[in-house]
Every structure is written in C-alpha cells, then in structure tokens.
C-alpha cells in the first residue's frame, strides 16, 4: 500500500529514488524549484539535459510530459522532469496537461523500478495555476495510478510555504488513504 503526504522542505534535501522537477521545455533550467535543482544537481544535470533529443527546435520535454535524469550531486539518484502547463484561466486544457505529467513522471518511476518520489506543486509558482484546483488534480491523479502501481511505496508532496502545504493537507484529508 502506498503512502502519500505532504512536508514542508525544500525538495533538493530529500533522500528519495526521484526528485521531480517542475521545468520548462527546455529543460535547461530556470527560476523556483527548477533553479534550485540545477544549483544543487551541478552542471553534470545541465550537461546530461542538453544532450536530451530535441522533440523541436529549443523543445526537449512538450508540456504535459517528463523525462529522466541522474541526480548528479543530489542525494537523490535521479531526478525526473516535467513540464506544467502555464494556467491560462482553465480553458486551454491546462488539467489534463497538468494531469499528464503526474501520469508520466509515476510511468518512468515504474519503468525505473523506483520506490519513493518526491513532487514539487507542478505549475503552481511562475505558471500560475490556482493552488487549491492544482492540488486536487495531483492528488486524484497519483491516487489513480498508484492503486495500479503498487510498487511504488512513497510520495511526497513537496510544499514550500504554508499555504501549498495547507492545501495539499486539506486535499490529503478530503481523499483518505
Ligand atoms: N523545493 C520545493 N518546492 C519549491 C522549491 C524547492 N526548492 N523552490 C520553489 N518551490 P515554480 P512552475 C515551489 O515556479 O510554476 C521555472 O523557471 C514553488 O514555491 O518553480 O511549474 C521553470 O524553468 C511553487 O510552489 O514552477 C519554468 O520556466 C512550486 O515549487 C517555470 O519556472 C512550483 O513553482 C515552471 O513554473
């Protein structure tokens, strides 16, 4: 049976098989928790992103999808990318998109054989998505696919601040276990 919770940490401290990121795509770094990888994974992160297939010109991972990656000096041994939607008021299919890369990050975790994965709230710093819609759809989402993944044992769900991590309580509470 798999536990989910929510902890307030900063995502690049945790000992877990996966640290996800919240990239763009690009996958070539960024701002928020995207910068805060790159500086803690070191530029053997960024070397092993750029050599990543370009899908299109400058587009290494469409939104909506994840790619994986050694975690370099994290203490996580890999890390998985995703791209969020950016929120642009709910009509330009940003759920399933933001569905979409829960689905794929937990596929390539399966595929990896991995048993612990940490997500930071995907689209909810810089891409504006509202928090509280945000965190229901990851909650349903990584229930969904765990129930037919048992072997992945652990998530977390990242917050930083507050009011992400009230959120995911809340949510966490609404949908028990
Ligand atoms: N640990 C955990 N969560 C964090 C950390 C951290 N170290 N740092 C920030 N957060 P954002 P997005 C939280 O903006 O909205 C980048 O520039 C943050 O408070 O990082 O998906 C990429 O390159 C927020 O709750 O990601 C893209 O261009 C959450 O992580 C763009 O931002 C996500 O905020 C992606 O935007």
């Given at each position: 049976m798999?536990?989910l919770?929510a902890v307030?940490?900063?995502?690049t401290?945790?000992a877990?098989?996966?640290?996800?990121?919240?990239?763009?795509?690009?996958l070539?770094?960024?701002?928020?928790?995207?910068?805060?990888i790159?500086r803690?994974?070191g530029?053997?992160?960024?070397?092993?992103?750029?050599a990543?297939?370009q899908?299109?010109?400058?587009?290494?991972?469409?939104?909506?999808?994840?790619?994986?990656?050694?975690?370099?000096r994290?203490q996580?041994?890999?890390?998985?990318?995703?791209?969020?939607?950016?929120w642009?008021g709910?009509?330009?299919g940003?759920a399933?998109?933001?569905?979409?890369?829960?689905?794929?990050?937990l596929?390539l975790a399966?595929?990896?054989?991995?048993?612990?994965v940490?997500?930071?709230?995907?689209s909810?710093?810089?891409?504006?998505?509202?928090?509280?819609?945000?965190?229901?759809?990851?909650?349903?989402?990584?229930?969904?696919?765990?129930?037919?993944?048992?072997?992945?044992?652990e998530?977390i769900?990242?917050?930083?601040?507050e009011?992400?991590?009230?959120a995911y309580?809340?949510?966490?509470?609404r949908?028990?276990?």
């Amino acid at each position: 049976m798999s536990v989910l919770r929510a902890v307030q940490a900063d995502i690049t401290t945790l000992a877990v098989d996966a640290v996800v990121n919240a990239a763009n795509e690009t996958l070539l770094g960024g701002g928020g928790v995207d910068g805060a990888i790159h500086r803690a994974a070191g530029p053997g992160l960024l070397a092993e992103c750029r050599a990543l297939p370009q899908v299109r010109p400058g587009v290494r991972c469409p939104a909506g999808q994840a790619r994986i990656t050694a975690g370099h000096r994290l203490q996580a041994p890999w890390v998985i990318h995703t791209v969020g939607p950016v929120w642009r008021g709910g009509g330009h299919g940003e759920a399933e998109l933001l569905a979409g890369c829960y689905r794929n990050v937990l596929a390539l975790a399966q595929k990896q054989g991995l048993r612990s994965v940490a997500f930071p709230a995907i689209s909810c710093g810089v891409y504006g998505y509202p928090v509280a819609a945000a965190t229901a759809i990851a909650v349903t989402t990584v229930r969904g696919v765990l129930a037919r993944t048992p072997a992945i044992e652990e998530i977390i769900f990242t917050c930083f601040g507050e009011t992400i991590f009230s959120a995911y309580e809340d949510e966490l509470g609404r949908q028990p276990a």
